[in-house]
């Protein structure tokens, strides 16, 4: 355990939100190739698994996040949140993608699955162990790069939600 305790916060820090920023960017590209097929190729039911994606998703930041005050109590809230998370993109990769997927969107999602799961498993290190030890001295550049790369990774969230929602709901 000294040994998670004696790593540094920017390095910590870094290892997560360069994951997040190259997870973004990699998403972003996706989700404009998610607009050029959402009239074309992709089904209701795929854009149903996208969302529960984005949800699990979201309910998982939220339970690494509080691991920063809670840490034992989020751990059956974050396994849980990981475990369906991953199931549906298994899904989603299996069921939807496997015969559609163009070489280039099936490179964009290996990168995503890459970089998601470095930004997880550094948050889960850092956050479980230590309680996210070091957070508040970080340099204020990374409290900016982070908020970037939240602004940013929102709107493509909210973007990838409402994308074949009739338009009441979109």
Not at 81 to 87: A, D, G
Not at 140 to 155: D, H, K, Q
């Amino acid at each position: 355990m000294e040994l998670i305790h004696g790593v540094s916060a920017l390095y910590w820090a870094t290892i997560i939100l360069g994951s997040a920023t190259g997870f973004t960017i990699l998403w972003l590209f996706d989700s404009i190739t998610h607009g050029h097929l959402v009239d074309i190729d992709i089904t209701d039911k795929e854009l149903q698994t996208h969302r529960n994606i984005l949800v699990a998703s979201v309910l998982m930041e939220m339970s690494l996040v509080s691991m920063y005050w809670w840490d034992i109590e989020a751990l059956p809230f974050f396994l849980t949140f990981l475990i369906v998370r991953t199931t549906h993109e298994f899904i989603d990769e299996l069921h939807f993608h496997t015969d559609r997927c163009s070489i280039y969107e099936s490179r964009l999602h290996l990168g995503m699955w890459i970089f998601v799961f470095l930004k997880t498993i550094g948050m889960f290190m850092w956050g479980f162990f230590t309680n996210y030890q070091g957070i508040e001295s970080l340099p204020i550049a990374y409290y900016i790069w982070g908020g970037i790369v939240f602004i940013v990774m929102s709107v493509v969230s909210l973007i990838e939600w409402k994308r074949g929602l009739p338009s009441i709901f979109a």
